[in-house]
């Protein structure tokens, strides 16, 4: 079975041909038009660009997934398309066009939420894992835990109280200058450290509960740059802000795992699965390969082109999902608190 899968919920414009079989997904072809240069001098994503731009994009990207698989519209079983949560001038750009492929080859479609896309990114290369799992998502706009007995299945436990740990890395590289998107940066640039800046002060709970808070680094940030105002002008090549890179992706890693060990004992899962942006950075990989060693538990972190929003983890979880009962009435919005419809909480 071959599924198309689209997404652009927020600022990547992305298409994939994944190709459904017996021992799993095998991803046939992957497009994507990143819009860095377009929302860069604007230090994030401004909405209505983000739309405009999969509006001239979109149809390229599609022939040229179509193309770089080999196959024709006419060979494409479903269509998955990301429904929701994001943006809702991004999403309904891509699911217009999904829309209009599926009535005009009478292709039946699949709306995905996309943090199951997050999730069944890791089924590209792990389709036999063992669950139950752990699924911590780490985006832009997510940090949250998951409970996962199966591939559709995502409960929630527990989620950040503040900032999601990609705003920690684009905020604080923005207060660093050091350019948009800030977590990429961050990761090369804290990778080139000779030394580790002093520790950040962790978030206290006041419900004593083990949590997640990212807003303090910031303040943290701000502190650095009172006492040294030279690290603003710096750059990725002052070994000062090296080390501080170093620490920033050091402490996120060492926070968001922090938890994670008694709800391993709590809920007996045998695995750990971690997805999103955020899950590209070098030192949450390394941290997370550790923490599995020690508890023994199998590790799934899909490779860095698919962690951050692509068009193949959108048909790797569109292949599970039941298609639209009667596409010809295509049915499917833009969603924006799809979360309520789709992830259960525990
Ligand atoms: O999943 P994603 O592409 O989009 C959302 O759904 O938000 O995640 C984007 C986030 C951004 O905050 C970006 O800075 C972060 O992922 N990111 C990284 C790295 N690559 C992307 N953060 C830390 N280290 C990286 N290597
Ligand atoms: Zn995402």
């Known amino acids: 079975m071959y599924i198309l899968g689209l997404e652009s919920s927020c600022d990547d414009c992305s298409a994939s041909v ?13 497009v994507g038009k990143a819009q860095d240069t377009v929302h860069a001098p604007y230090g994030g994503v401004v909405p209505e660009l983000a739309a405009r731009e999969h509006l001239v994009q979109i149809r390229g990207v599609i022939e040229e997934a179509l193309r770089q698989a080999n196959i024709s519209m006419g060979q494409v079983n479903r269509i998955a398309v990301t429904q929701g949560p994001g943006l809702v001038g991004s ?25 199951l896309g ?22 832009g706009g997510h940090t949250h835990l998951y409970l996962s007995r199966h591939w559709t299945d995502l409960q929630l436990i527990q989620k950040t109280r503040d900032d999601a740990a990609g705003e920690a890395f684009d905020k604080t590289a923005r207060m660093l200058n050091l350019g948009y998107p800030g977590g990429p940066i961050v990761d090369k640039c804290g990778q080139r450290a000779k030394h580790l800046a002093p520790p950040f002060t962790s978030p206290k709970f006041s419900d004593g509960r083990a949590s997640w808070s990212f807003s303090g680094l910031k303040t943290g940030v701000r502190q650095r740059l009172i006492d040294q105002p030279e690290l603003a002008e710096g750059g990725v090549d002052d ?16 926070w968001l795992l922090a938890p994670l060990a008694d709800y391993v004992h709590h809920y007996k899962v045998e695995s750990l699965i971690v997805s999103g942006g955020v899950a590209c950075n070098s030192e949450l990989r390394k941290q997370a390969q550790a923490f599995a060693t020690e508890l023994g538990l199998s590790l799934a972190i899909p490779e860095p082109r698919y962690c951050t929003d692509n068009g193949a983890m959108i048909a790797s979880a569109g292949a599970l999902l039941p298609v639209l009962d009667d596409f010809t009435t295509l049915n499917a919005d833009p969603d924006l608190r799809l979360p309520q419809l789709q992830v259960s909480s525990l």
Not at 18 to 30: D, F, H, K, N, Q
Not at 95 to 101: D, E, G, Y
Not at 102 to 112: C, E, F, G, S
Not at 239 to 254: D, F, M, Y
Request: hydrophobic share 45%; with cysteine.
């Open 239 to 254: 070994p000062k802000v090296q080390a501080l890179c170093h620490r920033l992706q050091t402490t996120i890693a060492e």
């Open 18 to 30: 994944l190709e459904e079989t017996a021992r799993g997904p095998i991803v046939r072809s992957l």
């Open 91 to 115: 999403l309904l750009c891509t699911l217009s066009a999904a829309k209009a492929l599926a009535w005009q080859h009478r292709t039946p479609l699949v709306p995905v939420h996309h943090i």
């Open 118 to 139: 997050h999730l069944n990114a890791a089924r590209i290369a792990h389709p036999d894992l063992s669950m139950p799992a752990l699924t911590l998502i780490v985006s």
